[in-house]
T-cell receptor, first 114, second 110 residues
Framework: GENVEQHPSTLSVQEGDSAVIKCTYS??????FPWYKQELGKRPQLIID?????GEKKDQRIAVTLNKTAKHFSLHITETQPEDSAVYFC?????????????FGKGTMLLVSP | EAQVTQNPRYLITVTGKKLTVTCSQN?????MSWYRQDPGLGLRQIYY???????DKGDVPEGYKVSRKEKRNFPLILESPSPNQTSLYFC?????????FGPGTRLTVT
């Protein structure tokens, strides 16, 4: 099966700085890579995703990059704000595992200080 | 409103007492999953379903059962709960892209 490693486990930044979270995956056949944000006491919610035929995707202050050769993908948040403080999870999906199967990383707690 | 619902939201029970956590979605999604979330371990898949009467094990299925008799419902059954099943449980549904998560069920087994 797939295995996803996520780093760092915690990340503290000052408001306005950029934050980068990195994930590596083990199975080169994985073709879908979502990022979820989970605020304290809430459910995970999708913030951005990328498919294997795309190298980069951007949505306002967040972007995701994918390097298929190295089997890693990263989340970039620019101009961080206190409301970005949350736990972020990366995930990967294999094409033959069905659309209901995601393998998640262990999460990164992002703390943005004013 | 499109949503995934779970019940109960909180449950404290004792070892060995059978329980069911319900999950329902109103988006006509084919795919549904159950995850458990534990500190430092992220989200781990317990079971998933690709359609009615089609279910399969995820990464941590031991001690759990599921059923998918109707498209909208995907209950999680703990026949004989043990303290190591104390966790936060999320149900999710999807089509071919985004997974939509339910609000979570916090289960404590004493």
């Amino acid at each position: 099966g797939e295995n996803v490693e996520q780093h760092p486990s915690t990340l503290s930044v000052q408001e306005g700085d950029s934050a980068v979270i990195k994930c590596t995956y083990s199975d080169s056949a994985s073709n879908y890579f979502p990022w979820y944000k989970q605020e304290l006491g809430k459910r995970p919610q999708l913030i951005i995703d990328i498919r294997s035929n795309v190298g980069e995707k951007k949505d306002q202050r967040i972007a995701v990059t994918l390097n298929k050769t190295a089997k890693h993908f990263s989340l970039h948040i620019t101009e961080t704000q206190p409301e970005d403080s949350a736990v972020y999870f990366c995930a990967a999906r294999l094409p033959n595992s069905g659309y209901s199967t995601l393998t998640f990383g262990k999460g990164t707690m992002l703390l943005v200080s004013p | 409103e499109a949503q995934v619902t779970q019940n109960p939201r909180y449950l404290i029970t004792v070892t060995g007492k059978k329980l069911t956590v319900t999950c329902s979605q109103n988006m006509n999604h084919e795919y549904m999953s159950w995850y458990r979330q534990d500190p430092g371990l992220g989200l781990r898949q317990i079971y998933y379903s690709m359609n009615v009467e089609v279910t399969d094990k995820g990464d941590v299925p031991e001690g759990y059962k599921v059923s998918r008799k109707e498209k909208r419902n995907f209950p999680l059954i703990l026949e004989s709960p043990s303290p190591n099943q104390t966790s936060l449980y999320f149900c999710a549904s999807s089509t071919t892209g985004e997974q939509y998560f339910g609000p979570g069920t916090r289960l404590t087994v004493t």
